[in-house]
Structures are given as C-alpha cells and as structure tokens.
C-alpha cells in the first residue's frame, strides 16, 4: 500500500568536496584567439581566485535538482484530498492553449483593435459563467475567490448606498470560511456571527432574529463548508431580500453543482467563482488564480470597470461608468487563467460539467461509506462535494487529527484540510474532486482505515508519525514562524 520512498538528500555544498571534481562537459579546444578578460572588464568586476565551486556532471545535477523537486506533494503525484480547496488535476490541454503565442505574448497596453481575439475570449468566457450561474452579469477581474468577495460586497454597499439605505452590518455563519468575516471587516461592516442549526445549516428562527435593517446582507457558502446544501436557501434569500438586504453567496464549492442548479435561482446576488477551484486552472504554489464575480441584475449597474462590450462582431471597452465601483485590478485580471478556464468549460462541454460535479459528489459520497465505521461524522446530513470527519474515536487512546493527517503522509497521500471548519472540533475535512481514478480512492480509503487500526494498536506510533518522510515531526509553529528558506555555510 505504500508508495515510492522520497529520498532525502545533502546539498551538494554540504558534501565532501573531493567527492566534487567531476568533469561537468566536455569542449572542443578553443580555435579563436583568447581574450585576456582584464583587457575587456573592469578592474574591480575581475576575481582575483574562484570560489569552490562543486563540478558535477549534468546527469548528477539534473537527478539532484529532480529529486529535490520530488519532496513537495502535487496535484500530478495522487489525491489531494484537501477540503474547501478543490485540488483538482490540471489537464494538460489548459496549459497548451494559455501558450499560444497569440495569447501569451498579447500585452494590455495593445490597442483593442489589435486584441478582439483576446476580448472575444473574455466575453465568450463570461457568457459561459452567466449560462453556468443563471446570474445576469459577471466580472472577471478579481485575482482570487477573496478578492472576488471584496468585488462582490463592495458592489452591493454601493447598490444599498445608491438606494440611499446605507447599512453597517453583514451576517456571516459560523461555518463560513475565514475570508468572508475578513472581507466584510475590510469593506467597513460589522460582521456578526450566525449559529448553525442541528444539520450544520442556517437557523431560520436566528436569521429571523439578526436580520434587521442594520443589514446590509449575508454572506452564505452554498453548499456550506461542511459539504452540506443550504436546503432553505430560497426561504433566506427571501427573507434577506424582503427586509432590504442582498445575498452574498460563496462560490468556492461550485464543483459540488455546477450544471445541476442555478444560483441564480436560489436568490443570490453577487458570487464569486473560483476559477482556480471549479475550472481546474492550477493554484497554491501553482501560479496565480482568478474570482469572477456573477451578479443580479441589482448589481449589474456596478459591476467594476474596464468591462468587454460586444458591438455587432466587434469588441470594446467600456472605461468610466459613475455607478461602477471602479477597477479591482490592472487590466483584465489573469487573462491566461482565463483563457485555461475557457478551455476547461469548452473541453467538457454542459453534459461534461454536469457529469464533474456528479462524480465529486459520488466520490465524496464514497469515502463517506467507507471510513464512516472507523471515523465519527459530526453531522449526518446528505453529503455533497466533501465530507467531515472528526477525531472523537481516536482521540479516545490521545490520538488527535494532527497525528492522523502526519501519519497519512508515510502513506504517500497529501493530508486532508484540518480544523476546519471551526464549528467542528478536530476537524478531518476531505475533498477528493472528481479528477481522480476510483481505484486511487480506494487505495486513499485503504490508507485512512489502516491508521483508524493503528491508532487503536499503537496509538504512540501515530502520535510520533511521520516515519518514512525526510523530514519528521516538526515545531508547528517554529516551522511557520521561523523559516528557513536560504542554505547558509554556518
Ligand atoms: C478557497 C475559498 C475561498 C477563498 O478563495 P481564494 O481563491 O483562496 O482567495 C473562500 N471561500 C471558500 C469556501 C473557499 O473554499
């Protein structure tokens, strides 16, 4: 069951130095007459005694270089079950059309007669989000899911301000993803906190309650955090919109309905799409990401500016609007991530996105069966798109979810997401996506019921987990606080 051992190895400057006088290639003697470099350069650019420098031979460097590459867990490598992050796999096509010359080698500065192919995309893209969302109007100039929630409430404040109802308070659940609070904090609101009910939804009668005309709207994540549908979300969208208020709706978990239902519908407002989530375009260390933002046709007028305008076959840009919030980025935000995301959408096709959120929901749904005898599920309502489990069982012989996430990493599996959401304690929160092989599943499930055994057995040998990983056990916090990213000689 368990995969390749990842060999650690010494820099090459922290190796013995004779073990280092190889010939690294080989040059055909030289047949122009030599320069003497203290004729051409600068006194004081000139060595007086080179360094000492390891010689090495090109395959050394290049199986060095690899292997080292080698120690970082990628979406390529096998599941990345991380929860709320949807690290689905990249296909291969997204990254051959983002270099096309055309398009990578287009500069913003171009004048727009030079660039409707690029528009054209951005506005083919667009209309594919809206066909996607129901919505009535989109932008795609936000850099990330959090950026797009800040394009998002920044556009119903100046909508409520426009009506003249100015509000100071945004309602966020308490299984809402940290960056919502955070964005409603840095648009200027008071957030306060929502309880979820028993199934880890909305309580009604609280919303009831909290839902004054101090409230500008809620900032609810469909399905919620803990892979669980809003089921009343058309009930809260009427009761928000009834008492004056609007409807952020978290879009990060579209993977779990995309082509099975519409926000539009539910009552949203403003969503922001993870592109880098939903689309399959890489993220995390993996490049840059983007946010598109669909709204209603409320929000439509402050959509932010420049924004693509189609005229007959002809594409424009609309600069200045005074109802806009104004640019939320240079330019056209991550136009290759764009152009990746296009090409995802066209690849699968309506049908093809419809079967990706089914096979996300049926994998989850699989993991779900089959750890739920060695793993306690907090909430037993329907899952979707991810399940989360808590330590309750194992904590019984002090093994924590720390100890479980470290030990699955001798398994060769990326541990899921932890402690999160906050509403559940010791939190195990899985996300395969639909992007891997079933047999990949299993042997992930294989892995996760070995340990639940192990923690009954042995539970000292998965608290000191990992085992078989360069790195052991580190200071969580030193790690975090005090990073080390530079070799140095001492
Ligand atoms: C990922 C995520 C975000 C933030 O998106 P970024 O692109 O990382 O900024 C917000 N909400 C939820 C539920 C998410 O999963």
């Not at 096309?100 to 007669?113: C, I, K």
């Not at 919303?207 to 955090?225: E, F, K, Q, S, Y």
Request: net charge negative.
């Amino acid at each position: 069951m368990k995969r390749r051992a990842i060999r650690d190895e010494a820099l090459f400057f922290e190796r013995n130095p004779e073990r280092l006088r190889r010939q690294g290639f080989q040059l055909p003697p030289l047949d122009a007459p030599a320069v003497d470099p203290a004729t051409i350069l600068p006194q004081n650019a000139l060595r007086s005694e080179l360094p000492d420098y390891p010689d090495l031979t090109e395959m050394e460097i290049v199986q060095h270089f690899h292997r080292l590459s080698q120690l970082n867990y990628a979406v390529d490598e096998g599941l990345y079950p991380l929860g709320s992050c949807t690290m689905k796999y990249n296909p291969r096509i997204n990254e051959q059309t983002a270099r096309l010359v055309g398009l990578a080698a287009a500069h913003p500065l171009q004048p727009v007669e030079q660039v409707q192919g690029c528009l054209r995309l951005i506005w083919e893209l667009e209309q594919a989000l809206i066909a996607i969302t129901g919505m009535a109007g989109v932008t795609l100039q936000p850099a990330a899911g959090a950026h797009g929630e800040l394009a998002g409430i920044l556009m119903i404040r100046k909508a409520l301000e426009a009506r003249g109802d100015a509000r100071d308070v945004v309602l966020v659940p308490d299984s809402a993803h940290g960056t919502n609070p955070a964005t409603a904090a840095f648009a200027g609101y008071e957030t306060i906190e929502l309880a979820s009910g028993d199934d880890g939804t909305v309580d009604l009668e609280e919303l009831d309650r909290l839902m004054t005309d101090r409230v500008a709207g809620i900032m609810l994540t469909v399905p919620n955090t803990l892979g669980v549908f809003e089921h009343r979300i058309v009930e809260i969208s009427k009761l928000v919109h009834d008492r004056g208020g609007l409807i952020y709706m978290d879009g990060a978990n579209l993977n779990a309905f995309a082509g099975r239902a519409l926000p539009g519908l539910m009552g949203a407002d403003a969503m922001h799409i993870n592109l880098h989530k939903t689309f399959s375009t890489p993220h995390g260390g993996g490049g840059p990401g983007a946010g598109p933002v669909v709204v209603s046709e409320a929000l439509v007028p402050h959509l932010p500016v420049p924004r693509v305008v189609k005229a007959g076959e002809r594409f424009t840009l609309v600069e200045d609007d005074a109802a806009s919030i104004g640019a939320m980025r240079g330019f056209y935000g991550n136009f290759l991530i764009l152009v990746r995301a296009l090409t995802y959408i066209r690849s699968l096709g309506s049908d093809g996105l419809r079967q990706m959120s089914d096979v996300a929901v049926l994998y989850a749904n699989l993991i779900r069966r089959r750890l739920a005898n060695a793993y306690h599920l907090p909430y037993d309502s329907p899952t979707l798109h991810e399940v989360v489990f808590d330590d309750t069982r194992q904590t019984a012989n002090d093994v924590h979810n720390t100890d479980i996430a470290k030990r699955l990493l001798d398994y060769g599996f990326h541990p899921p997401t932890m402690s999160f959401p906050l509403i559940v304690h010791g939190a195990l929160m899985i996300e395969p996506t639909e992007s891997v092989s079933p047999d990949e599943i299993d042997i992930f499930c294989d892995a996760m019921l070995a340990i639940a055994k192990e923690a009954g057995e042995n539970p000292e040998f998965v608290r000191t987990a990992p085992h078989d990983t360069p790195v052991s056990r580190v200071d969580e916090v030193r790690a975090a606080r005090k990073l080390k990213v530079r070799w140095t000689a001492d």
